[in-house]
């Protein structure tokens, strides 16, 4: 790292050498004081020293950039600090270490642990007691098991505490609810039910299929061929299920997990297969930014991922090598996990590398422009490359029809499902684009905050210094200060940031700087296009109204159907009369007067031209 240019390095560098030769977690922190990076360590000098050797990538740089304090905490051993180390994470939330919500959500089955439990997917977790099962790589495997249970095992449908009925529902009388609610079914009854789905669900099936081939047999001896017959459907079922199933194997009963990992910077996959009676009944997968060494980035992913897991399994396999000296006591301790290294060769973890490499590059493969994303990010000394960037941008007219456009980039392109239009609310005839951004940008990303969707790896503002300085606050106030922000001012195409005296100028062929222009035009070719939309709509509107029985609501209703005059005057007069709602005489009535102007303007274009 180069000591000139990294502000305060010399007070990072005196912290360094203080630091003492223990094991031990540290924590760094930024010019605020906020703790953005927290890590252990088998000896803390060396492991600190190391972030300002100065031959560290790209990643370590922008973090230590960042960085204006570094304070530690000794502990006896290692073990002791992967402990702490946990739990300060779990504190201080710090926004350089991973983030297992970048987490590839996949659903998983519920069955609710209530006195008559239901089941059904879902992707949201509820700490309650339920039992959760998978997560489903393969949409239709789940919809099979949850249509053999539907089928042959159905639970109650209704939501909520069970409450007594005087008639069962419809589900009762088409077979796909037992109705608990007017005692077609004892507890005991229902709650066995409930054991062979979850012994389904667990992967339990041969279990499952020897307990009902036993009933098949037993009902055909007491002559009972209709249930027999149930049986026989549910046994070919099942086959069904385990035709579809992934064809991975150990040909072990214990419930394992395989987990692994590959790297490609700046980013780092980790993946964990979930094996269950011998087959595999679950994949996670997280992609996420590295900033550690490899080893230590796994352990610290295998730590927090089984800390908040919700089917643990009794052995993790992972390679040789990786922090097992640490990682075995504390997965025994803490979750009763046996840890079992495996060697190079190992068949199903290197399914799970290979799974690993396919969702990195599925992640990696930006259409569009990655070396732009990657070059902005060098520039502007981002964190982390800004794969997802949104822009803003003002269109008014003195205060009238005042717009707020959106735009969203992903890899580098538009993403336009994800454009967002704002009317701004607050202006009210007033010209002040410092109060519309503030306006527009705190219904943003207070939804986005309280909906917990993805932030934006970039914020950019079309403006300068005050347009920036007037979302920093908004965002300052919402607890997201930690979002970069950027202004791109139009006369010199000179960048600002919030905190920084004078602007940045990148060279004008900078694929960076190409970039920020491209999502500042976009946002302002959005923004004018909806506000001359708008003023058309007013405009048009306004000479509807002029014809005798148009009033504004039969005016909107007209121009919203058909979007100009034009396409009105071209309409029937049946048509325009079943859109706006009018008598016929009425509709006669717009048709000619639109003719009429229809024929003005063209008039007025030929004397133009002539």
């Not at 790292?1 to 223990?22: C, H, N, T, W």
Request: proline letters at 5%; aromatic letters at 8%.
């Amino acid at each position: 790292m180069d000591g000139e240019s990294y502000k305060g390095f010399g007070d990072i560098l005196r912290q360094v050498e203080a630091a003492p030769s223990s094991p031990g977690v540290y924590l760094m922190r930024d010019e605020e004081g906020k703790v953005i990076y927290v890590g252990k360590a088998k000896v803390l000098r060396n492991r600190l020293r190391s972030y300002i050797s100065g031959t560290k990538d790209r990643k370590t740089t922008h973090l230590m950039r960042r960085v204006r304090s570094i304070e530690w905490i000794v502990t006896d051993t290692e073990y002791d600090a992967l402990l702490l180390e946990n739990t300060l994470i779990k504190k201080y939330q710090p926004k350089y270490n991973i983030d297992l919500k970048d987490g590839k959500s996949y659903p998983v089955i519920r069955l609710t642990a209530e006195d008559f439990p239901r089941v059904f997917r879902t992707r949201k977790i509820v700490h309650d007691g339920s039992r959760y099962f998978g997560p489903y790589g393969n949409a239709h495997l789940l919809d099979l098991y949850l249509d053999f249970i539907d089928r042959f095992f159905p639970l109650r449908k209704c939501r909520g505490p069970l409450r007594k009925r005087a008639h069962p529902c419809l589900y009762y009388h088409i077979g796909r609810c037992p109705a608990p609610c007017v005692d077609k079914i004892s507890r005991e009854d229902y709650l066995a039910r409930v054991e062979d789905v979850a012994r389904l669900l667990s992967g339990e099936v041969e279990d499952l299929q020897t307990s009902l081939k036993g009933r098949m047999e037993e009902a055909a001896s007491r002559l009972a061929y209709e249930t027999a017959a149930r049986y026989r459907d549910a046994l070919q079922a099942v086959e069904e299920i385990l035709k579809n199933e992934q064809k991975v194997v150990d040909f072990a009963r214990e419930k394992r997990d395989y987990a692994a990992y590959v790297r490609e910077e700046p980013y780092a996959c980790f993946v964990v297969f979930k094996m269950r009676d011998g087959k595999l009944v679950g994949r996670d997968a997280y992609v996420t930014h590295a900033f550690d060494e490899d080893d230590e980035d796994f352990s610290n992913f295998l730590v927090r991922y089984y800390d908040a897991d919700i089917a643990l399994p009794e052995e993790l396999h992972l390679f040789q090598g990786t922090q097992e000296e640490i990682l075995a006591p504390y997965l025994a301790g803490k979750f009763g996990i046996r840890l079992i290294r495996e060697g190079e060769g190992h068949p199903i973890l290197n399914l799970v590398v290979q799974n690993a490499r396919e969702e990195l590059a599925r992640h990696l493969k930006i259409k569009g422009n990655p070396e732009a994303v990657l070059a902005l990010q060098e520039a502007l000394e981002l964190p982390v490359p800004p794969v997802r960037i949104e822009g803003f941008d003002i269109a008014h007219l003195q205060g009238t029809f005042p717009y707020a456009s959106m735009v969203q980039f992903l890899g580098g392109v538009p993403h336009k499902s994800e454009y967002r239009l704002f009317r701004v609310k607050t202006l009210q005839g007033l010209v002040d684009d410092y109060e519309a951004l503030r306006e527009v940008t705190a219904r943003r990303y207070t939804r986005l905050k309280n909906e917990r969707k993805p932030l934006p790896d970039l914020i950019l503002i079309d403006g300068g210094k005050g347009q920036v300085n007037a979302v920093r606050e908004v965002l300052d106030a919402l607890g997201l200060s930690h979002i970069p922000l950027v202004g791109l001012a139009k006369q010199r195409e000179e960048i600002f940031f919030p905190h920084a005296s004078a602007p940045l100028l990148l060279e004008e062929r900078s694929p960076a700087l190409r970039l920020l222009q491209y999502v500042r035009d976009e946002a302002h070719r959005f923004a004018t296009t909806a506000h001359a939309r708008a003023r058309a709509v007013k405009i048009d509107g306004s000479i509807l109204e002029t014809v005798e029985g148009i009033g504004k609501k039969r005016a909107v209703r007209l121009l919203t159907h058909y979007g100009s005059l034009d396409a009105i005057a071209r309409a029937e007069a049946e048509e325009i009369k079943e859109v706006a709602g009018c008598p016929e005489h009425v509709a006669l009535r717009v048709k000619e007067a639109l003719l009429r102007l229809v024929e003005q303007r063209g008039d007025a274009v030929r004397s133009d031209g002539a």
